[in-house]
């Protein structure tokens, strides 16, 4: 039976730390080590850690971020497997069964992910089996250019082989978004093949700052300055460019011209034209033969309170 090393960072989590370790323990698969990174939590992390003496393995370090959290773990991990949850997330029974079953029987697979249930903060269920209720586009075997246009992999339903993960860099700890979805597109470049589980394999929660913060134009230029660091090595990197079929290389032009022009917008709201003006050239050099970025370059030169006044004449 092979081990599974569970991955679980956390950061100011205390609250929901002690059932996301008891969803790991109460796992049909026995052969489990648990490895819980502290990221420098000044809540009660420490005194929820202090139960599970003995019992699990426990690190911490100053706040460095989930991405470097992550990488702490997968450095002692001892597993031919790893899981990762996240201290506020839980898993379901059956999930690390389901999943090592699915890769013995699958080698051409790096990691294999499944459905899941969404959960509130206090862990009252909002949706039932999401991916399928929202009939989302799943990913599965060779996918790197569904994988490139977006992702629907859900972090505490991924079970990965560990030379897949070291193979793949493990987790850019520049990222403090989207550093799941740089991983799962490393490990597309190096010819892994990905599988899918029908079945729910963990709740995973919503919470409420996460929610209400969606739409703020500065979280949003972050999480577009993420991508930006994702998808230009594709590019820039010769090795890495060398594995993109012409398909692949299209498709990642055509998200850098999108988060250069989502960056366009955003910079603009929060009223840094400097920064807009940057973006609109960037995208322009993508798309010169499109009239949009020349546009959205000469807005970045008038204030934004006069763009808005400008309106189109009838007739």
């Known amino acids: 039976m092979p081990r599974v090393s569970a991955i679980i960072p956390t950061y100011n989590c205390g609250r929901f730390l002690d059932a996301a370790i008891r969803s790991v323990r109460a796992q049909s698969y026995r052969?489990?080590?648990?490895?819980?990174?502290?990221?420098?939590?000044?809540?009660?992390?420490?005194?929820?850690?202090?139960?599970w003496a003995n019992t699990i393995v426990t690190i911490r370090q100053e706040n460095r971020g989930l991405p470097a959290a992550r990488n702490t773990a997968i450095a002692v991990a001892t597993g031919e497997f790893c899981a990762y949850l996240d201290a506020d997330d839980l898993w379901l029974p059956h999930r690390l069964e389901r999943g090592v079953a699915f890769l013995d029987a699958h080698p051409e697979c790096g990691l294999v992910h499944g459905d899941f249930h969404v959960i509130d903060e206090s862990g009252a269920q909002l949706f039932e089996e999401f991916n399928r209720r929202e009939q989302r586009r799943i990913m599965r075997g060779r996918c790197l250019h569904e994988l490139l246009r977006f992702s629907t992999i859900c972090v505490p339903t991924v079970l990965e082989r560990r030379a897949c993960v070291v193979e793949a860099g493990g987790f850019d700890e520049r990222l403090r978004y989207a550093e799941d979805y740089q991983?799962?597109?490393?490990?597309?470049?190096?010819?892994?093949?990905?599988?899918?589980?029908?079945?729910?394999l963990a709740l995973y929660r919503w919470r409420d700052e996460s929610l209400s913060r969606s739409g703020d134009p500065a979280i949003q230029a972050r999480w577009n300055e993420f991508l930006l660091l994702i998808f230009r090595p594709l590019l820039d990197d010769a090795s890495l460019r060398a594995r993109l079929d012409p398909t692949a290389e299209?498709?990642?032009?055509?998200?850098?011209?999108?988060?250069?022009?989502?960056?366009?917008?955003?910079?603009r709201a929060l009223g840094n034209l400097r920064l807009a003006r940057a973006h609109a050239l960037a995208w322009l050099r993508l798309n010169p033969r499109s009239t949009d970025p020349y546009v959205e370059l000469a807005k970045s030169f008038v204030p934004r309170v006069l763009v808005e006044r400008i309106r189109p004449v009838d007739g």
């Open 183 to 200: 991983h799962w597109i490393r490990v597309a470049l190096n010819g892994h093949a990905f599988g899918y589980l029908e079945e729910p």
């Open 250 to 267: 299209e498709i990642v032009r055509w998200r850098l011209a999108r988060c250069h022009r989502n960056l366009v917008h955003r910079y």
């Open 31 to 51: 052969d489990v080590e648990i490895i819980v990174v502290d990221d420098g939590s000044t809540d009660d992390t420490r005194q929820v850690l202090e139960r």
